[in-house]
């Protein structure tokens, strides 16, 4: 080991360093996310009891410096957004010297790392919860503190008895989706239906459910919605964990709809708000729902979904509040409210732009330049329903879960 890589594995949350010190090809992004993680759990680290006798003005430094930081990771990813979450909480943390408001941004921060499979942060994440927040938990939170811990700490020990196979697999699904997020979609299904099959081989769920919830995806926006549905649904099927589970059902429910199946997709969607879920799985669901019945020109169901993500949208991340606005304006135009409709996705246009979600500024874009031709037609849309044996049986399967008890 050098001298460098020795200090550098001395320093508090060292591991998010790792992704500086040993950045992969086309992951610049992932490195600054890397370094965004790193400043953001050092500045929770002063508000931990024994800095309390520090000079505030130590703290405010340090805040106004990591807030910059972070303040332009937040429309880059999710994990941007969660980054400056943390930093915004850390603020209020300090001004109401109440570390306890730091708890549920941390669990949050925690569950995105470790449905990221970055266990070794995930961990480090709730080694800081502990060691910031400590003593003043709530019950029920330490209890759920120990818990997780405890769930990362399993997930690990099973990624290491597996192997290196293990690990090189899970690697290839990350440069599989380096390829998607280049444009290389044909490679990416490639790679991606590899590890799949080599992960089924193995016995490997833990990596046969990522390969395959993101080969739905890479699937999904090559316009094959059919496809992409089976392997969503299989990757529900892996998962251990519910917030996997949910995520890959959230994206059942959306194939399913893009099929012009909107009852199944609303039992999909209504099975992740059913089993509590919080945090974006919840607003995406929620969002989704009010997409359904907007496409059954359901205007009671839709005005009853909009008024629930209208509750959900201040702790939405730009790139979920941008696609409820979309989705928001949509609906209006199916019920011919077409100055509502302009207004809403000016709204996400808006959002869009000042975040970066340069794919999202295009698709609002061209659906509100295509305003004008659907007042002027005033016809209703049409959506062929895609059908086939695979799709029935992800229906009838679905059908089945949701009328099992909680």
Same mark, same amino acid.
């Given at each position: 080991?050098?001298?460098?890589?020795?200090?550098?594995?001395?320093?508090?949350?060292?591991?998010?360093?790792?992704?500086?010190?040993?950045?992969?090809?086309?992951?610049?992004?992932?490195? =600054?996310?890397?370094?965004?993680?790193?400043?953001?759990?050092?500045?929770?680290?002063?508000?931990?009891?024994?800095?309390?006798?520090?000079?505030?003005?130590?703290?405010?430094?340090?805040?106004?410096?990591?807030?910059?930081?972070? =303040?332009?990771?937040?429309?880059?990813?999710?994990?941007?957004?969660?980054?400056?979450?943390?930093?915004?909480?850390?603020? /209020?943390?300090?001004?109401?010297?109440?570390?306890?408001?730091?708890?549920? $941004?941390?669990?949050?921060?925690? +569950?995105?790392?470790?449905?990221?499979?970055?266990?070794?942060?995930?961990?480090?994440?709730?080694?800081?919860?502990?060691?910031?927040?400590?003593?003043?938990?709530?019950?029920?939170?330490?209890?759920?503190?120990?818990?997780?811990?405890?769930?990362?700490?399993?997930?690990?020990?099973?990624?290491?008895?597996?192997?290196?196979?293990?690990?090189?697999?899970?690697?290839?699904?990350?440069?599989?989706?380096?390829?998607?997020?280049?444009?290389?979609?044909?490679?990416?299904?490639?790679?991606?239906?590899?590890?799949?099959?080599?992960? =089924?081989?193995?016995?490997?769920?833990?990596?046969?459910?990522?390969?395959? +919830?993101?080969?739905?995806?890479?699937?999904?926006?090559?316009?094959?919605?059919? /496809?992409?549905?089976?392997?969503?649904?299989? #990757?529900?099927?892996?998962?251990?964990?519910?917030?996997?589970?949910?995520?890959?059902?959230?994206?059942?429910?959306?194939?399913?709809?893009?099929?012009?199946?909107?009852?199944?997709?609303?039992?999909?969607?209504?099975?992740?708000?059913?089993?509590?879920?919080?945090? @974006?799985? $919840?607003?995406? $669901?929620?969002?989704?729902?009010?997409?359904?019945?907007?496409?059954?020109?359901?205007?009671?169901?839709?005005?009853?979904?909009?008024?629930?993500?209208?509750?959900?949208?201040?702790?939405?991340?730009?790139?979920?509040?941008?696609?409820?606005?979309?989705? /928001?304006?949509?609906?209006?135009?199916?019920?011919?409210?077409?100055?509502?409709?302009?207004?809403?996705?000016?709204?996400?246009?808006?959002? #869009?732009?000042?975040?970066?979600?340069?794919?999202?500024?295009?698709?609002?874009? =061209?659906?509100? +330049?295509?305003? @004008?031709?659907?007042?002027? /037609?005033?016809?209703?849309?049409?959506?062929?329903?895609?059908?086939?044996?695979?799709?029935?049986?992800?229906?009838?399967?679905?059908?089945?879960?949701?009328?099992?008890?909680?």
């Amino acid at each position: 080991m050098s001298i460098a890589r020795a200090e550098l594995q001395s320093l508090p949350h060292a591991v998010f360093l790792h992704r500086i010190a040993d950045p992969l090809p086309g992951r610049a992004r992932d490195s =600054r996310l890397g370094q965004g993680a790193f400043l953001a759990l050092r500045l929770i680290d002063l508000l931990a009891p024994e800095h309390e006798s520090a000079h505030p003005d130590a703290f405010e430094y340090q805040w106004a410096a990591t807030d910059r930081f972070c =303040r332009d990771l937040r429309g880059v990813s999710t994990e941007g957004a969660h980054l400056q979450g943390l930093v915004t909480t850390a603020g /209020a943390a300090h001004r109401h010297r109440d570390v306890r408001l730091l708890t549920p $941004a941390l669990f949050a921060y925690a +569950h995105f790392l470790e449905d990221s499979l970055h266990l070794e942060e995930a961990l480090d994440v709730l080694d800081t919860v502990r060691g910031v927040v400590g003593g003043r938990l709530a019950d029920a939170d330490a209890v759920a503190l120990s818990l997780r811990t405890g769930r990362v700490n399993r997930k690990r020990h099973r990624a290491h008895a597996n192997g290196d196979r293990h690990s090189e697999m899970l690697s290839q699904i990350g440069r599989a989706m380096t390829l998607f997020g280049r444009g290389n979609l044909p490679e990416a299904e490639r790679r991606l239906a590899q590890v799949a099959a080599d992960a =089924r081989q193995e016995r490997d769920r833990a990596a046969e459910a990522p390969a395959e +919830h993101n080969l739905a995806a890479v699937l999904q926006h090559r316009g094959s919605p059919d /496809a992409a549905l089976v392997h969503a649904w299989r #990757a529900f099927e892996l998962y251990d964990e519910e917030r996997g589970q949910l995520r890959a059902l959230n994206d059942v429910g959306i194939m399913l709809l893009a099929l012009g199946d909107a009852t199944g997709a609303e039992r999909a969607l209504s099975e992740v708000i059913r089993r509590g879920t919080m945090g @974006d799985n $919840a607003a995406n $669901a929620t969002i989704e729902l009010m997409h359904c019945a907007s496409f059954r020109r359901d205007r009671v169901g839709f005005e009853r979904y909009r008024s629930r993500c209208e509750e959900l949208r201040t702790d939405m991340p730009p790139n979920i509040l941008a696609d409820y606005h979309l989705k /928001a304006g949509i609906g209006e135009a199916r019920f011919g409210r077409f100055g509502r409709a302009d207004a809403s996705l000016g709204r996400a246009l808006k959002i #869009a732009e000042d975040a970066g979600l340069h794919a999202m500024v295009f698709k609002v874009e =061209r659906i509100r +330049h295509g305003l @004008d031709a659907c007042e002027a /037609a005033a016809t209703a849309e049409t959506h062929p329903v895609i059908d086939s044996d695979a799709v029935r049986e992800v229906s009838e399967s679905l059908a089945q879960l949701v009328a099992q008890p909680v």
